[in-house]
């Protein structure tokens, strides 16, 4: 039976979202594409239909985790947003997680089209960071929202490598929650 266009457009899209989850999980070298088209559901002959190669599927997952945690940031306020992305119901759950938290690392080490993607999605964090304002952008509120989120990668980066049950882990959350969010009020006071 042959697939239509829209089906393979479905279809690949849905590997894309599943190489997302399990990339974020298991890092891009854990995830082989035979155990990557399985979670999907195809087999791994199909792989090739869809994708140049691994590396053209990392970028675009990347950018599928990294356009939905963009997304996360814009709904709310900044504070609602860092209080739950600093948490550890956030720090257990990898695959629906940060892309950049997971990722980083990883794509630190992978080829140039991977870290060309991560570097658009940082500008994306910082864009939805910056928010609606029609006033220049500062170099100093630039670097105020770079600070924060680079604050706040480090924070999850950090718990994770500690045992789940490690009062360390938690710690570590609750200083940097603490300290960013002092940070986003205008009148915090200075230590």
Known sequence: MKVTKQQAQANRAHIVETASALFRERGYD??????????AGFTQGGFYKHFRSKADLMAESANCGLTQSAALTAEGSASDFLKTYLSREHRDNRATGCT?????????????????????????????LRGNSDSADSAEAR????ATMAH?????????ACPDDSPL????????????LTSLTPDAPVN
Do not use: N
Request: glycine letters at 10%.
């Open 30 to 39: 854990g995830v082989g594409i035979a155990d990557l088209m399985a979670a």
């Open 100 to 128: 950049m938290a997971a990722l980083c690392g990883d794509a630190a080490r992978k080829e140039d089209d991977v870290r060309a993607t991560f570097a658009a999605g940082i500008e994306g964090q910082l864009a939805v």
């Open 143 to 146: 670097a105020k929202r770079l």
């Open 152 to 160: 706040a990668l480090g924070a999850i980066v950090m718990s994770r």
């Open 169 to 180: 882990a938690d710690e570590i959350l609750q200083a940097c929650r603490e300290a960013i």
